[in-house]
């Protein structure tokens, strides 16, 4: 009788595996690979520091609206990157 319990403990443990497993094969199969775009933007330092940053929180603004994400800075260069949408 016990020897009966943990086969059929083993075959409801292998089965459980298996359906868990195929689940997640599924659903890793649905997950889309998103695909990227970048744009670099190089702002140069005519003004002041104070005009500076309202011009670059401006730019950053309208980037941001378009649907492009900060993802860097290096000196004077923005780094962007953004979805692209099919």
Do not use: P
Request: aromatic content about 12%; charged content about 25%; proline content about 0%.
């Amino acid at each position: 009788m016990k020897k009966n319990f943990w086969w059929l403990m083993v075959v409801i443990v292998l089965i459980a595996g298996l359906l868990v497993s195929n689940m997640l094969v599924q659903a890793k199969e649905k997950i889309a690979e998103v695909q990227w775009e970048y744009k670099t933007v190089n702002t140069k330092f005519k003004d002041s520091i104070k005009q500076q940053l309202k011009l670059d929180l401006s730019m950053l603004n309208e980037h941001g609206k378009d649907g492009w994400e900060l993802c860097g800075v290096n000196n004077t260069v923005f780094y962007f990157k953004r979805d692209i949408k099919e």
